[in-house]
C-alpha cells in the first residue's frame, strides 16, 4: 500500500499570498497518477488536479500540480477567499487508492 | 446535468448490514469505472471500493474486504455498496465517485453529496 504523507498539516495564510502544499508518496507513484482534491465543511470533494499536474474542468489556472516519483506539489499563486478548505491528495494508479491526511489552508 | 445521488444511509446496530445506492444521470454511465469513498466525522477521506466500467475489476480497502460488496447495474445506471458485519468504525459518509479510464485515468472527477451511514447500538 502507497502512504501519503501531507505537509503542513495547517496553513495560515492571507488572502492573496502563495500557498505551497506537499504530499510525499511511501512509493512511486505510478504513471504520475496523482490527484489534487479541495474539501470545504459540509460538502464533497472536487478534483483539481489530476495527472500530478493536468487541470480539471473549470478549475482556475492559479491551481498549478507538479512532481513527479514520490514528491509532489500543489500551488495557489494566490489565494482567493474561497480557497480556504482542505485539501487532499490521491494516488490512484495502485489499488488501494489511497489518500493523504490533509492539509488545511486557513485564513491568518 | 452531471449528477451523482447517494442513498441508503441511516442507523443500523452492529453487525448489522446496509446497502447503499448511487444513482447517476447526465452521463454514459457504462463507460465509467466508480467508486466509494467514506469520511468519518471529522476526519479524512478514506477510499472503499472501485468497480471497473463492466464489474470486470473489483476492488477493496483491507478495512472493508470480505464485509462489503460493490456491484452495478449498467441498465439502470446505478451503483451499489452492500455493507454486510457492520462495525462502529464504518460510521461515515460514504460518496460515490466516477473515474474515466481510457488509455489514461483522470481521477474521480464527479463526486455525489455523500450518505450517512451510522453504526451504533
Known amino acids: 500500500e502507497i502512504v501519503l504523507t501531507q505537509s503542513p498539516g495547517t496553513l495560515s495564510l492571507s488572502p492573496g499570498e502563495r500557498a505551497t502544499l506537499s504530499c510525499r508518496a511511501s512509493q512511486s507513484v505510478s504513471s504520475s497518477y496523482l490527484a489534487w482534491y479541495q474539501q470545504k465543511p459540509g460538502q464533497a470533494p472536487r478534483l483539481l488536479i489530476y495527472g500530478a499536474s493536468s487541470r480539471a474542468t473549470g478549475i482556475p489556472d492559479r491551481f498549478s500540480g507538479s512532481g513527479s516519483g514520490t514528491d509532489f506539489t500543489l500551488t495557489i499563486s494566490r489565494l482567493e477567499p474561497e480557497d480556504f478548505a482542505v485539501y487532499y491528495c490521491q494516488q490512484y494508479g495502485s489499488s488501494p487508492f489511497t489518500f493523504g491526511g490533509g492539509t488545511k489552508v486557513e485564513i491568518k | 446535468e452531471v449528477q451523482l445521488v447517494e442513498s441508503g444511509g441511516g442507523l443500523v446496530k452492529p453487525g448489522g448490514s446496509l446497502r447503499l445506492s448511487c444513482a447517476a444521470s447526465?452521463?454514459?454511465?457504462?463507460?465509467?469505472?466508480m467508486n466509494w469513498v467514506r469520511q468519518a466525522p471529522g476526519k479524512g477521506l478514506e477510499w472503499v471500493s472501485s468497480?471497473?466500467?463492466?464489474?470486470?475489476?473489483?476492488y477493496y480497502a483491507d478495512s472493508v474486504k470480505g464485509r462489503f460488496t460493490i456491484s452495478r447495474d449498467n441498465a439502470k445506471n446505478s451503483l451499489y455498496l452492500q455493507m454486510n458485519s457492520l462495525r462502529a468504525e464504518d460510521t461515515a459518509v460514504y460518496y460515490c465517485?466516477?473515474?474515466?479510464?481510457?488509455?489514461?485515468?483522470?481521477?474521480?472527477?464527479?463526486w455525489g453529496q455523500g450518505t450517512m451511514v451510522t453504526v451504533s447500538s
Open positions: 447526465g452521463f454514459t454511465f457504462s463507460s465509467y469505472s
Open positions: 465517485a466516477r473515474e474515466r479510464i481510457t488509455m489514461t485515468r483522470y481521477a474521480f472527477d464527479i
Open positions: 468497480i471497473s466500467s463492466s464489474s470486470s475489476y473489483i
